[in-house]
């Protein structure tokens, strides 16, 4: 498909390109001073769309690129790529930080740490601060104040402070991909030293005294065990339908674009993971109905857990280390866990090692018995 929007004459077209996945991708075709370029702008369309909720995010979007080819065609008729610095002065900081974080609410995870640092900034600084505001000295202040900031009774911790100030340089590094700003500060201003972050997951134990309780939220319980059995994201598993799970000579298989990483995954899973997806629906329909972002999901998830007599902080996240670390304890080679985690670099997956390392247990093993009373 390869559609455009606006006059010919205009040097900022807005074209659609069908992706291999189904979506429609939504990208700027360019000519500036008889150089064409390419745009592309982390849009999409849904092919088809039967929701009413479907065609309410393709209008969105599709409402977003045009704004962003009238704000090109402007940059170009204004012979500069990239907004007056008027228009930086005007751009309020908050406002465009919130939206970011407004696009991640889906991504269970993702979305709280751009909620909670969104609620940090409103703390640090003015409602009416603009790009203008934020430079090196800005985010220097900003990570003084994590450094005194506490949640709850306590400071924060390394780690937290660390991902806080990369959702700022996130948001940063988008704005200049919009032209808001020309030059991203943060490149001048490191981020904290990321700390070794504790991995909660659960035993192949705990996961069977999980599965003989009782949880108040069927489909959540369904979806978590989903992805202990899996290792599939939260947001995957989210926005997974019948479409994407199809049988090959008797093997079920997934295939779907990871939210994270954008890259495309075929991931077989065994016929207990089949079952809880439950009984085949129609091919636009989620896998797991009604499942969405909530606090009171999160609180639901620790009580079943303290249900089933398990004293460990879980999250829906704890889920994919479970697989992972579970894939390690059964022995399956490291290569093979990383591709079915749908890591692109095999270091990320040789943190779980760390977690469950057996050359360290043996050797413990080895102490010989001194008949300690």
Not at 143 to 153: C, E, I, R
Not at 242 to 255: L, P
Not at 340 to 355: A, E, M, N
Request: net charge positive.
């Amino acid at each position: 498909m390869n559609t455009t929007t606006g006059k010919a004459k205009d040097k900022v077209k807005l074209r659609q390109r069908k992706m291999p996945s189904g979506n429609i991708s939504l990208y700027l075709d360019v000519i500036d001073k008889g150089v064409r370029t390419y745009e592309y702008l982390k849009l999409y369309l849904i092919d088809n769309p039967q929701t009413a909720a479907e065609k309410r995010k393709n209008k969105e979007n599709m409402q977003l690129a045009q704004t962003v080819q009238a704000q090109r065609t402007v940059e170009l008729r204004n012979n500069e790529f990239g907004f007056k610095n008027l228009l930086i002065e005007q751009t309020n900081f908050l406002s465009y930080f919130k939206k970011l974080t407004d696009d991640r609410f889906e991504s269970l995870g993702n979305y709280g740490n751009w909620e909670s640092t969104y609620r940090h900034l409103i703390k640090f600084c003015p409602l009416n601060t603009t790009f203008k505001d934020v430079d090196s000295d800005f985010l220097e202040s900003f990570k003084k104040y994590l450094n005194k900031a506490k949640s709850g009774q306590s400071l924060l911790s390394q780690n937290t402070k660390h991902s806080y100030y990369a959702k700022v340089k996130a948001c940063l590094k988008q704005a200049v991909k919009d032209r808001i700003i020309s030059v991203n500060p943060a490149e001048s201003v490191p981020n904290f030293k990321a700390g070794d972050p504790e991995r909660n997951y659960l035993t192949i134990e705990e996961v069977k005294l999980l599965i003989k309780t009782e949880c108040k939220m069927p489909m959540t319980k369904s979806a978590f065990l989903f992805s202990c059995m899996t290792g599939v994201r939260w947001s995957d598993i989210l926005k997974m339908t019948w479409k994407m799970v199809q049988v090959h000579n008797g093997i079920t298989r997934v295939n779907f674009q990871q939210e994270k990483t954008e890259g495309q995954e075929y991931l077989d899973i065994n016929p207990q993971a089949v079952s809880l997806m439950g009984e085949r629906g129609s091919s636009n329909d989620r896998v797991f109905p009604g499942l969405k972002y909530s606090a009171w999901q999160n609180m639901e998830i620790q009580r079943w857990v303290m249900a089933a007599d398990i004293n460990k902080d879980i999250t829906f996240h704890c889920a994919r280390h479970t697989f992972a670390v579970m894939m390690i304890e059964l022995d399956t080679e490291i290569y093979t866990v990383s591709k079915l985690l749908g890591h692109r670099d095999l270091k990320t997956t040789q943190i779980y090692t760390k977690v469950l390392d057996k050359t360290k247990q043996k050797a413990i093993n080895k102490i010989p018995d001194f008949s300690i009373d």
